[in-house]
C-alpha cells in the first residue's frame, strides 16, 4: 500500500468521523460551535474525535458547579495561583514576630486607631513582643479594651435589670457577653463566671426568642462548664425543632466527641443517615 492511498484513506476517516460530530451534535441537541467544528476539520482524525467526546459530553450541574466555585475546598485552594503581591506581604501576626521594631511600632499605631475588638488576637501576640514599647502599647490597649468591655457589660446588664422583660435588651446582653468570652481576654474563674452569667441569661430566653444559633451557643456553652448531659440535651432539642439545619446536629456530634461517647455517636450517625438536613459544603 503506498503513502498516497494511506493519506486518502486517513482523510476519508477524517471526513466521516467529521461529519459523524456535526450530524450526532445536531440529534443530541448539543451541535457543536464554529470554532469546535473548524477546530475539529483542520486536525485530522484527532479533531472529529473531540468533536465527538464534546458531543456526548455531560452538562455540568449549575447548582454543583456554583457551590464548588463559591466553596472550594483545601485541595482546590491549594492550586489556585499566588497572589502576584504575595511575596512582598506578609500576615500580621508574623509581622510582629519578624519585623524591626520601629515597623512593628507603626503597625501597632495603626491597630490602636482601629476598632481593637477586631484587633484583640493581634494585640495578645504583641502583648509579648521582644520589644519594650510594642508590648506596651499592646498591653496598655488591651487593658483600656478589657475596660470599655466591662463597662457596657455592666451597662447592658443595669438596663436589662430595669426591662427584664425587655427581649432585645437581653439580646444585646447576650451578645456582648458572647463576645467577650470569645475575646480571649479572661481565663479561670474570671472565664467561667461570666459564661455562668451567659447560661442564665440564655436559660431566660422564650422558646420563639431562641433561634438556632441561640440554641447550639447555649449548648456549647455548657459544655465548656462540664455540663456535657444539659448540652447534648440542648443540641437534642435544637435538632427536634430545627431537623433541616445543620448546626444543632454538628454541635451534638461535637458534644459527643468531646465526651469521648462513641455509643451515641454511632448512633448519631446512623441517624443522620436519614435525618434530610440540608447540608453546606463546609459542613460535608
Known amino acids: 500500500m503506498d503513502k498516497l492511498t494511506v493519506v486518502l484513506l486517513i482523510g476519508i476517516v477524517h471526513i466521516l468521523l467529521f461529519l459523524a460530530a456535526l450530524l450526532l451534535g445536531k440529534r443530541r441537541g448539543r451541535p457543536l460551535s464554529g470554532g469546535e467544528a473548524l477546530f475539529c476539520f483542520l486536525l485530522p482524525v484527532f479533531g472529529p474525535v473531540c468533536g ?66 477586631h484587633n484583640v488576637e493581634l494585640l495578645m501576640i504583641a502583648r509579648f513582643n521582644d520589644d519594650p514599647e510594642t508590648a506596651h502599647y499592646a498591653t496598655a490597649a488591651l487593658t483600656e479594651y478589657q475596660r ?3 463597662m457596657s457589660l455592666q451597662q447592658s446588664q443595669a438596663l436589662l435589670a430595669k426591662q427584664p422583660d425587655d427581649g432585645e435588651a437581653r439580646l444585646e446582653y447576650i ?39 441561640l440554641g447550639c451557643l447555649r449548648a456549647k456553652n455548657l459544655l ?51 435525618a434530610g438536613a440540608f447540608w453546606s459544603y463546609a459542613g460535608r
Open 224 to 274: 465548656e462548664l462540664g455540663r456535657a448531659p444539659e448540652a447534648a440535651k440542648a443540641a437534642r432539642a435544637m435538632i427536634t425543632r430545627f431537623p433541616g439545619e445543620e448546626e444543632p446536629w454538628l454541635e451534638l456530634m461535637r458534644i459527643y466527641v468531646e465526651c469521648r461517647d462513641s455509643r451515641s455517636l454511632t448512633a448519631l450517625k446512623r441517624e443522620l443517615d436519614g
Open 148 to 150: 470599655q468591655t466591662e
Open 52 to 117: 465527538l467526546e464534546l458531543v456526548y459530553s455531560r452538562e455540568p450541574d449549575p447548582e454543583l458547579l456554583r457551590e464548588m466555585v463559591m466553596n472550594p475546598d483545601a485541595m482546590r485552594k491549594s492550586y489556585i495561583a499566588p497572589d502576584p503581591e504575595a511575596p512582598e506581604t506578609a500576615p500580621m501576626e508574623e509581622a510582629f514576630l519578624i519585623s524591626e521594631p520601629h515597623v512593628r511600632r507603626d503597625m501597632m499605631m495603626k491597630l490602636l486607631n482601629d476598632d481593637p475588638e
Open 175 to 213: 451578645r456582648r457577653l458572647r463576645t467577650y468570652i470569645n475575646s480571649g481576654l479572661l481565663e479561670g474563674s474570671l472565664l467561667e463566671r461570666q459564661r455562668i452569667l451567659l447560661e442564665q441569661e440564655l436559660n431566660r430566653l422564650t422558646e420563639e426568642e431562641t433561634d438556632v444559633g
